[in-house]
């Protein structure tokens, strides 16, 4: 969570980052020196600032690889909770990415994803009913937002929304970092029967 703060803002301070996440200084100074130890921000006088801009790809790919493994078991788990026949919405981010290469395991299944990357693995893909919602790319994320998206849902229903979310607040619940995903997920809330929620321990 961290590191898509300092991502989405270009530029945060120690206390402002503590204030936001609700921990101490130390504890995020410790965040720091452990994200940049991977090469995913720079530390700066008194705080950090991305390597790499959102609209040069930073936001997916700079955290495609932080905790792999732990997000490709969530994938794993996930996807052993959908049964074959169903039909799925399926959230953008790093996580459910790994929960669209596991979900090839559960075929026959119809899949509409709302991340291009989740569309690139699942294409293709035998038994798998692939539809790619409509929508604007967000830059760096690639995931599918905007009115086009939101209609979309709209006349479409799921068995299942496997949701992903910017973060856990103690007493708000579910968090975003973008208003526009933060719209797409309501309206797939709304369509599907049941949701997923997939999410490490990062995000709380």
């Given amino acids: 969570m961290t590191l898509r703060l300092v991502q989405n803002a270009g530029k945060l301070s120690v206390s402002e980052l503590a204030e936001r996440l609700g921990v101490s200084e130390m504890t995020v ?3 720091l020196n452990a994200l940049e130890s991977q090469g995913l921000l720079r ?3 008194g705080g950090a600032v991305p390597v790499r801009a959102w609209d040069e ?17 969530l994938g794993e788990v996930v996807a052993a909770m959908i049964e074959p026949g169903t039909r799925v919405l399926l959230d953008a981010g790093t996580t459910t990415v790994h929960v669209a290469e596991h979900l090839v395991e559960r075929a026959p299944l119809t899949v509409a994803v709302l991340s291009l990357q989740a569309a690139q693995v699942l294409a293709d893909k035998p038994g798998i009913e692939l539809l790619v919602v409509g929508g604007r790319s967000r830059p760096g994320e690639r995931s599918l937002v905007g009115p086009l998206a939101t209609s979309t849902l709209e006349s479409l229903s799921f068995d299942c929304f496997v949701m992903s979310i910017g973060g856990v607040h103690a007493e708000r619940g579910w968090t975003e970092f973008s208003l526009d995903d933060a719209a797409v997920k309501q309206v797939g809330l709304v369509q599907a029967a049941r949701a997923v929620v997939v999410a490490d321990a990062t995000k709380l």
Avoid: E, I
């Fill in 57 to 73: 790809g930073g936001g997916f790919l700079a955290r495609r690889d932080w905790q792999a493994a732990t997000k490709d078991r």
């Fill in 43 to 45: 530390r700066v006088h």
């Fill in 29 to 31: 100074r410790r965040d």
